[in-house]
Nanobody, 123 residues
Framework: QVQLVESGGGLVQAGGSLRLSCAAS?????????MGWLRQAPGKEREFVAA????????HYGDSVKGRFTISRDNAKKTVDLTMNSLKPEDTAVYYC???????????????WGQGTQVTVSS
């Protein structure tokens, strides 16, 4: 069982930046999990945004955010951040922190999810 709590969403103008943070807690070692950020816009399917493992340096990004978003982690604090730059109106969505222990990190079938945080980008 993993508990995830997101923070940092809000309203920003196009071209601006936001940082989302996800605090994780678990009775099992977090090192076995991959942490991901996914998003869902109204009327659209859930979309993979970024992922990072608790160990190692590999990061993964969806095509729509490459070069603009950066995922990072703080092992000591057990947090995973998503720094979003050059935001566009099409980035407007509810952003979710999620974890998975196996499988394709680009898939949206993560095992545990946070409650989500709203990001709204105005034009």
């Amino acid at each position: 069982q993993v508990q995830l709590v997101e923070s940092g969403g809000g309203l920003v103008q196009a071209g601006g930046s936001l940082r989302l943070s996800c605090a994780a807690s678990s009775r099992t070692l977090l090192s076995r999990y991959v942490m991901g950020w996914l998003r869902q816009a109204p009327g659209k399917e859930r979309e993979f945004v970024a992922a990072i493992a608790w160990s190692g340096s590999n990061t993964h990004y969806g095509d729509s955010v490459k070069g603009r978003f950066t995922i990072s982690r703080d092992n000591a604090k057990k947090t995973v951040d998503l720094t979003m730059n050059s935001l566009k109106p099409e980035d407007t969505a509810v952003y979710y922190c999620a974890v998975r222990s196996s499988g394709n990190v680009y898939s949206t079938d993560y095992e545990y999810w946070g409650q989500g945080t709203q990001v709204t980008v105005s034009s």
